[in-house]
C-alpha cells in the first residue's frame, strides 16, 4: 500500500526531463512508452500559454509553485497522507508550440499513475 521504499530520493535537475528505471515519472521526452507523455501543444502567444499553464497548474490541490522562469515552471505537490513531494516541470519551446515536461515522485519505486493522471488534468485545464 504505501508507495515508498529504499530506492532513495531523486534529485531535480532543470535540464534532465529524463524518468529512472521506475515507474513513478512521465516525461514527454522518454523514449520508452512506459514513461513517455505527450507534451502540451499551444497555438496562441506564448506568454499567454504560460499564464495558462500556470493557473491550469494552480488548479491542482497541495501545489507550491517553488520555480518561475520566462520559459520555465517548476512546482512541487504534495500526497495527501505521507506528505510524499512529487516534482512537476514544464519547459517552454515556443517555436515548436509545446511544454515539454516531467512529472516525477522523488522517493519509492511506483506512484499507481499518480503522475499521469496529474498531467493529464492539467492537459484538459490547460486546453479549455
Do not use: W
Not at 11 to 38: Q, R, Y
Not at 68 to 85: M, P
Not at 94 to 118: A, C, I, K, M, T
Amino acid at each position: 500500500m504505501m508507495t515508498s521504499s529504499c530506492a532513495g530520493q531523486r534529485e531535480m535537475i532543470k535540464d534532465d526531463m529524463t524518468c529512472p528505471d521506475s515507474p513513478n515519472c512521465v516525461s514527454s521526452l522518454a523514449s520508452d512508452s512506459t514513461h513517455f507523455i505527450a507534451p502540451l501543444t499551444f497555438n496562441d502567444q506564448p506568454e499567454a500559454a504560460m499564464q495558462r499553464l500556470k493557473d491550469a497548474i494552480l488548479s491542482e490541490k497541495r501545489v507550491t509553485l517553488v520555480k518561475e522562469q520566462t520559459n520555465y515552471l517548476h512546482a512541487e505537490v504534495r500526497s495527501l497522507i505521507f506528505r510524499f513531494v512529487d516534482d512537476v516541470e514544464f519547459t517552454l519551446v515556443p517555436e515548436q508550440g509545446v511544454f515539454q515536461l516531467r512529472s516525477f515522485s522523488r522517493v519509492g519505486y511506483s506512484d499507481f499513475g499518480v503522475n499521469r493522471r496529474r498531467i493529464e488534468r492539467i492537459r484538459q485545464l490547460f486546453q479549455k
